[in-house]
């Protein structure tokens, strides 16, 4: 049978994974539509015989477990009493010693002497010895009757600190120990009182009784020989009721006791102390008066008497303990005995249970596989068993179902073969099956009949597909992942000039350019990776060597390897595109009012990007025929304005291409402005149509590039206009300083002349004089305000730092000056600026702001100046109102500045400046130290109150010296009158700018 199956197995073949994929699929598909199964038919049958055999096993298992668990637990139970018996043997010597002590103790108080007191000390060294034995014994066992020996332990001390202070008497100290070795019997009979096993309880209750009945022997010792020891001090003995309770506990233990155990007890009973005794007793109960015996001799009778019963209470521990080792035994042999019996069951039932499953299991299996081989399309496996069981019945069942399945794989093979041939006429034979056999193979024939007519819809549908890839005007192919292509449309050849020859036999990335063969590559990765690609853009080279920019929307059939992929050209689109952007750039700049040099030089660079050439460039060209490069881009950008095209512009008007370059003309306002030229590298030349697009986006930027130069016009012309209203004061300033003023400090040393040549008396003459000399002084001083209007003289002598802090010094309101700026003059445009600004502003605090600080900032940037001015006034201030702040805009404007103002109700007014100055070789930056630190500090809160100016004369600054305007020395004026005349006159020399 197995090499049976192994030659099933060899035939399958390679169609064996095929057929157990279907099978899988069926069986998941039956899993799907079945219901759950119950827990019983998902078990096999060997499993539930195996079951069906080991449930008896298993009850047997439970009552055996219950067995062995109550054996185990008796024998625990048993151990724990042996244990025990420890703390009741060690409790019963400890009452033994009690008892010794008690009679030595009765011998010391009553017979005084060192013989009495060795035999006190020899017996309380015996009980303490006991009384620790005791303890230890209790403390091994699990410390439950350690709290009750340590009480004995404490009673005893009392007892005998009681009898050492003579603080009781005799009675009371006997009668002490008595009631403390009575807690010690309750010790014994506690520990004693347990579950037993039948044997071992006669055993413990014989030992507890001859216990008892020997510490009743004792107390009868202890009492007796009291009696003896005072006989005139007491009554006649009468008799008591410890014999009889001794006589009880001995009657107890003989009906408890092994005969073992009672034979000892007569021997014990036989002595001759025992004799003495029952004597002794038998005369006390007689009432007889005497004699009696001398208490030492009644002592070693009665003495006598409880050794011999001591000797059969040892004997009851040995056999106690004895039987407390047996039941431990018994009860585990009887755990083991019916743990072995179980062991013996179970691997009895066992062998029958697997018997019986290997003679029942061996045949289903066979079957089983038999139809999971049948169900996985394998033909070659045989059942051979046969049998008159339901076993044999199901293995026939099988063979007749291999049998018809071997005539429906023909049937089908041959429609496989006719549906490979394209014989899709063939039909199969139903009329050799029946049932469900028969439907299957109609179905067949009904479906090689939907699929004959299925492949004809097929073939025109291919027919119709194949006309649209040839005759569509965008561009199809057929790629795979490798990088080739493996069909093109017409199209293709059509837009890049290929032949079909060169696209198909070349790697599709050769073709694109270079600048975009990463992006491309990217884009095939997600193609490989199983992922659309969607309008992706890129550039492809056409057989002219030109470019085209083509947008691509691909999908992957990752389980063919292919792409299917179709393309537009949008070299059109993106050409308008970038124009647009180019222009919209353009504009932007214009409108930013960015300065002609860079304006021209973005508007080459955009050329250049549009046009894809290695440089371009704008030119101007000028009335003297000459070609000026106002900006450009490239390598070549500076020779590009000597290139042949440009001059041919020149002469012609229209565009033209020549020697690699292409130039297009400007013309602004119907006459030729410039032009637009663009080259590509030494050695190559320019695609076809450069010109026309060159002449087209030309066309666009034209307007802006008119609105740049006139722009640029405009400043340049309010630039001097500015500059000849500058110089123009300038010289008006000169005459004035040289002209006007300089007769009106004659006039005035003339009339000091006359004040000091007026003769004594003439106080009216005087009086006219002065008020002259008043009125020369206004005249100067209404001269001075106005030459400083038109242009400070200190400006232009000393540069903006001196001009600035004297502008602080002249302020009503205190200022803060913070000049970083360097020691090197300035262009004078920019000073000019830079004073009537601060000027300005600062005048206007004073007339609006009711400020009580400002603050002057004025720092050198890279490539300006920069100011601001704020105060803490009330702000408001409105530039349309007429404060004088338009003309300062219109005057920092002319010169390519900005002026910014905020000014809002409440919170003061700043003013920021910025003034274009191009650094020049002797700019040096002044940090915080040095000159700015000391302006700073000379002039913060200066200003206020000052008269004609820091020079001499009678203002707040005083006497004579130099100017702090004009930056020049001016002689004082001698003053004084002759003798008998006037003082000198009051005021100062005028100062002179």
């Known amino acids: 049978m197995r090499r049976s199956r192994e030659r099933g197995g060899q035939e399958r073949g390679a169609g064996e994974p095929r057929a157990q994929e279907r099978a899988a699929g069926d069986q998941a598909a039956g899993d799907r539509a079945a219901p759950a199964t119950p827990v019983f038919a998902r078990l096999h049958v060997g499993t539930k015989l195996l079951l069906l055999a080991l449930l008896p096993v298993g009850v047997l298992l439970a009552l055996t477990v219950v067995s062995a668990t109550g054996q185990w637990r008796e024998a625990g139970r048993l151990q724990d009493f042996d244990r025990a018996t420890r703390v009741s043997f060690a409790a019963g010597a400890l009452a033994d010693a009690l008892a010794e002590e008690r009679l030595a103790t009765v011998s010391d108080r009553l017979r005084p002497g060192p013989q009495a007191e060795q035999g006190l000390a020899e017996a309380r060294r015996d009980t303490v010895a006991a009384l620790a034995e005791a303890t230890r014994s209790a403390a091994e066992e699990g410390g439950r009757f350690t709290e009750r020996t340590d009480a004995i332990g404490r009673s005893l001390k009392d007892l005998r600190r009681n009898h050492d202070d003579r603080a009781v008497t005799v009675d009371s100290t006997a009668a002490g120990f008595g009631a403390l070795v ?138 106690l303990r004895a039987s407390a080792a047996e039941g431990v035994r018994s009860a585990k042999a009887r755990a083991w005995r019916d ?6 069951l179970v691997a009895v039932v066992t062998a029958f249970a697997l018997a019986m499953r290997r003679s029942v299991v061996r045949r289903l299996a066979e079957v089983a596989d038999g139809a999971q081989a049948l169900a996985a399309g394998d033909l070659s496996y045989d059942i051979r068993h046969r049998g008159q069981d339901e076993i044999g ?95 093109v449309n017409p199209a293709f050849e059509e837009v890049l000039g290929h032949a079909p020859e060169v696209l198909l036999g070349r790697p599709f990335m050769e073709l694109v350019v270079a600048e975009d063969r990463e992006r491309t590559r990217e884009a095939l990765g997600q193609l490989s990776q199983g992922r659309e690609v969607l309008r992706f853009e890129n550039r492809y080279l056409r057989a002219d060597g030109s470019s085209c920019w083509l947008q691509w929307n691909a999908r992957p059939v990752p389980e063919k390897g292919l792409i299917h992929a179709a393309a537009r050209d949008v070299t059109e689109r993106r050409r308008v595109q970038g124009e647009q952007s180019a222009l919209h750039r353009v504009a932007t700049l214009v409108a930013q009012g960015v300065p002609p040099p860079r304006l021209f030089g973005e508007v ?93 986006f030309t066309e666009l930027i034209s307007s802006a590039i008119a609105n740049a130069d006139s722009r640029a016009q405009l400043a340049a012309s309010r630039a001097r206009v500015v500059a000849a209203a500058d110089a123009s004061r300038r010289r008006i300033e000169r005459d004035l300083h040289d002209g006007v003023q300089q007769r009106l400090v004659s006039l005035q040393l003339e009339l ?72 090197a003059r300035l262009p004078e445009p920019v000073e000019v600026a830079a004073y009537y600004v601060v000027s300005e502003a600062l ?111 009678t203002g707040a600054g005083g006497g004579a010296g130099k100017d702090a305007d004009a930056g020049q020395d001016v002689d004082a004026a001698a003053g004084g009158r002759p003798p008998g005349g006037r003082a000198g006159p009051r005021r100062g020399v005028l100062d002179s700018d």
Not at 339 to 344: G, I, N, S, T
Not at 619 to 624: G, H, I, K, P
Not at 775 to 802: C, V
């Open 182 to 319: 009575m807690d010690v019997v309750d010790l014994v009979a506690l520990v004693e009182a347990r579950e037993l096993d039948a044997a071992s309880h006669p055993t413990a209750t014989a030992h507890l009784s001859m216990i008892q009945a020997t510490e009743a022997a004792g107390a009868e010792r202890a009492e007796l020989f009291i009696l003896f020891a005072e006989p005139g001090s007491r009554p006649a003995p009468a008799a008591s009721s410890l014999p009889a309770l001794e006589g009880a506990r001995l009657d107890t233990f003989r009906r408890t006791a092994s005969p073992q155990l009672r034979s000892r007890l007569r021997q014990a009973l036989s002595r001759a102390g025992s004799a003495e005794v029952q004597e002794v007793r038998d005369r006390i109960a007689q009432g007889a008066s005497g004699p009696y015996p001398s208490p030492e001799r009644w002592a070693q009778a009665a003495s006598t008497r409880m050794d011999g019963l001591r000797t059969v209470t040892r004997a009851a521990e040995e056999e």
């Open 339 to 344: 743990l072995a019996l179980f062991l013996v």
């Open 393 to 487: 019945t199901l293995a026939d069942a099988f063979r007749r179902l291999r049998g018809t399945v071997e005539r429906l794989t023909a049937q089908t093979r041959a429609m496989t073969e006719a549906i490979d041939g394209n014989r899709l006429g063939h039909r199969t034979d139903s009329a050799e099956f029946e049932g469900i056999w028969a439907q299957l193979l109609d179905g067949l024939n009904g479906t090689m009949a939907s699929f004959n007519r299925l492949q004809g819809r097929r073939q025109e549908a291919e027919h119709e597909v194949d006309n649209l890839f040839t005759l569509s005007a965008d561009l199809l192919c057929i790629a795979d992942l490798e990088g080739y292509f493996r069909r």
């Open 604 to 696: 080459a660079h955009e050329v250049g990007l549009l046009l894809e050439t290695a440089s371009a460039a704008v030119v101007r060209y000028e009335s003297d025929g000459s070609v000026t490069a106002l900006g450009g881009t490239g390598a070549t950008d500076r020779a590009l304005h000597e290139a042949p095209a440009v001059a041919e512009v020149a002469r012609t008007g229209e565009p033209v291409s020549r020697a690699g370059a292409a130039c297009a003309p400007i013309v602004v306002e119907g006459m030729l402005w410039g032009a637009v030229a663009a080259s590509c590298p030494p050695g190559q030349e320019l695609p076809p149509g450069t010109e026309q697009r060159l002449a087209a």
């Open 752 to 823: 000091r002349t006359a004040e000091a040549l007026a003769p004594a008396g003439s106080e009216e003459l005087l009086d006219h004089l002065e008020r002259i000399g008043d009125g020369l002084q206004s005249t100067f001083d209404e001269l001075q305000r106005l030459s400083r209007g038109i242009h400070p003289a200190i400006l232009s002598k000393g540069g903006l730092g001196p001009a600035l802090r004297a502008l602080a010094r002249r302020s009503a309101v205190p200022v803060e000056l913070d000049l970083r700026i360097p020691r």
């Open 843 to 953: 005048a206007n605090t004073a007339k609006h702001a009711r400020a009580e600080f400002v603050t002057v900032r004025v720092r050198r940037a890279e490539d300006a100046v920069e100011l601001a001015i704020s105060d803490d006034g009330v702000g408001g201030a409105e530039p349309a109102r007429g404060s004088g702040l338009m003309g300062l805009a219109d005057r920092v404007e002319a010169i390519g500045g900005a002026l910014h103002l905020n000014s809002r109700a409440g919170e003061g007014t700043s003013l920021q400046v910025r003034i274009p100055a191009p650094r020049t070789d002797g700019d040096v930056d002044v940090d915080g130290d040095g000159e700015t630190e000391g302006a700073r500090a000379k002039d913060k809160g200066l200003g206020s109150g000052m008269g004609l100016g820091a020079g001499g004369g």
